[in-house]
């Protein structure tokens, strides 16, 4: 994605908006990323060892190509060795498994094309972290900001605070009192300072392509409806906020200079405070 030359972040940093300076500057400085251990404490990742009569159930099904039996003894598992969109149901739904010869045997087809202990190796390999991080930002939120119930929220005239509700409750508080009617669902920062509502998506983008160019989208097009005297921020951390490649040649991608030319409030989660201590 082309980059306005007026807004290059190597030559004209200064041009750019107020918090995706911070942002950068953040960024560049050491340990940025250490830092978002506070807001994002990811944790070692630890493999899933099957036990030995498993492994050895597995492998001796795999190799006899017990098509049944070794799609009975992975349903009977938490995970499976590849990503398919039609597991879920086979394994979850009655009947589906059997009654779909098709999907049965193009599943294993693809088991077959890899060994048994590459099968092993898949079915024990350590979650990815990424699914470890839904919640972490409504738990760092919870542990740095105090939570107000609905009437205290919403009646707040002095300091900080963040809504203490239900995510179905939360939902109709901001729709119906806050009047931000157009949203899905709640939004992941629901505060009020000093009786000034604000209200933020949050994102960890830790690299570009795939989901992350929608979810770069999603944020700016929820900061520009802006209704009411509700303000709306984007707390993005990770890859948007990347400048220089190793190479030294710059970022160009569609993540990247969406989130860094934006004229929108968008910062790093690790600037939250500063901003709202701001208004």
């Known amino acids: 994605m082309p980059r306005n030359p007026n807004l290059d ?30 807001v994002y404490p990811l944790r070692v990742a630890v493999q ?9 159930n597995l492998i001796r099904l795999h190799n006899e190509r017990d098509t049944e039996n070794l799609l009975a003894a992975l349903a009977r598992l938490d995970k499976f060795p590849y990503e398919d969109p039609m597991w879920f149901l086979m394994k979850n739904v009655r009947g589906q498994l ?22 092993l190796v898949r079915l024990e390999a350590a979650p990815k972290l990424n699914t470890q ?40 508080i901001v729709k119906n009192d806050l009047g931000q009617n157009d949203l899905p669902k709640r939004p992941d920062l629901v505060a009020v300072k000093n009786g ?61 200079v969406r989130i860094q030319e934006s004229n929108y409030s968008i910062l790093s989660a690790l600037l939250l405070k500063d901003y709202l201590d701001s208004i």
């Open 133 to 172: 991080m839904g919640r972490m930002f409504s738990d760092w939120l919870n542990n740095n900001f105090t939570a107000l119930t609905k009437d205290e929220f919403l009646s707040s005239r002095q300091g900080i605070y963040i809504l203490r509700a239900s995510e179905p409750e939360a939902y109709r």
């Open 48 to 56: 899933n060892r099957l036990s030995d009569q498993t492994r050895r």
């Open 98 to 119: 059997a009654s779909n010869p098709i999907h049965r045997n193009r599943i294993a087809s693809a088991l077959y094309a890899m060994t048994a202990e590459e099968m």
């Open 9 to 38: 972040p190597t030559t004209n940093r200064a041009a750019l908006s107020y918090w995706v300076q911070r942002s950068l500057a953040l960024f560049d400085g050491p340990g940025y990323l250490d830092g978002l251990q506070t």
């Open 196 to 256: 000034q509502f604000v209200i933020g998506e949050a994102k960890w983008i830790g690299s570009p392509g795939g989901n992350q160019e929608k979810q770069t989208k999603e944020v700016e097009e929820f900061c520009s409806r802006q209704r009411g005297n509700v303000r709306r921020i984007g707390i993005v951390d990770g890859y948007p906020w990347a400048v220089n490649r190793v190479s030294g040649s710059i970022f160009s991608t569609k993540e990247v």
